[in-house]
């Protein structure tokens, strides 16, 4: 029975969400596409057309939202598969080494990974956003692992490791772990414990860490042993990152409210200006929360605020463009007053913008990105209240 509770039959909304957000990318080589880039891109080793992942895709997108299990999903994709002709061991040319090679592509054995893989990262990223909702009722997470005799030796001794949701060990221990990892994370309070006689884990099993190399580019990581290459990271917190609002052009591009470069001679990097903004909300860099504003409203916090479409993370325009993340992520957190405005984007279309005002900071944000604008009244670049 452990077996058939592995991945639920029935999809929350947050894990189908985070599965349709994803853009697509294509690589050869399972390491091609690496760690968190898994959780904003959906890639299928040797897959190298989108119309192929567009086909593999939807089958998972319908198992899913149906609860379709593995052999239903099989079923399905097969015949699919072969039919194009992406089927069996073929003759490729790996684009890296301009060599071929003799490939494996699809297989029943390849479409459970395929289908475990996409299913378990898509609830769990779902999860993980319904854990950050919910925290201050259960501020404390507890290390699962499915103690069938099947699971790693370093995930059994991690079963049972209690630690506060945003403690740093749930960066790199938060699952899966691993390919055919069935490891999760269980949301529990102080009474629960209490009731189990469960203690908080005073310091986490620690296993030696070992530097690999992804030949395909070139980059040296250390991965904790128990955890495979390329798994470590939190799925959840990556996925926090795509929901994060996208910067608007009137706040970051010539001609918009700041105007000019940001002087490089100010002595501040891109990361410690963005440092500003994640500390006015209690993170350190590279974290990553839903916050819940004063009125009960929440929203993902991350870099991501300030990541481009191209994906490269900038700060705005101006002179004062080093100072803004602080400033901006000040008005959010404590703000003198929050409403929403209407205002007009780019196509003429009237659109509800939630504003944060602080002093002279203002703050708008809502479904089609964010901008700000300090100081002065009068209406807000490219839109009209």
Known sequence: MAGALEIPLLAAKEAIAFFRGKGFKIGFDWRDVWQTEHARAFTVAKAMSVDLLEEIRSQIDDALEKGESLEEFTKQLRPKLQKRGWWGRKPMLDPATGQHVSAQLGSDRRLKTIYQVNMRSAYQAGRWQRIQQTKAAFPFLRYTSIMDGKERPEHHDWHGTILPVGHVWWKTHYGPCGWGCRCGAMAINQRMMDRRGWKLTEAPIAFPHEPYLNKRTGEITHVERGIDPGFSFNVGEAYLDT???????????????????????????????????????????????????????????????????????????????????????????????????????????????????????????????????????????????
């Open 243 to 385: 929901l994060t609002p996208a910067p608007l052009p009137e706040s970051f591009e010539p001609g918009g409210s700041g105007g000019g470069e940001v002087s490089a001679s100010a002595g501040a990097t891109i990361e410690t200006a963005i440092g500003g903004f994640l500390g006015a909300f209690g993170l350190k860099a590279g974290g990553e929360k839903v916050f819940i504003d004063r009125q009960g409203w929440p929203l993902a916090i991350s870099a991501g605020w300030f990541r481009g479409a191209d994906g490269v993370l900038r700060l705005p325009r101006g002179r004062r463009g080093r100072e803004v993340p602080a400033l901006v992520g000040g008005a959010i957190a404590e703000p003198d007053d929050i409403s929403w405005v209407w205002m007009l984007d780019l196509k003429g279309r009237a659109c509800l913008m939630r504003r944060y005002r602080r002093g002279k900071v203002e703050v708008d944000v809502g479904r089609i990105g964010w901008r700000f604008r300090i100081g002065g009244g009068g209406q807000l670049a490219k839109g009209r209240p």
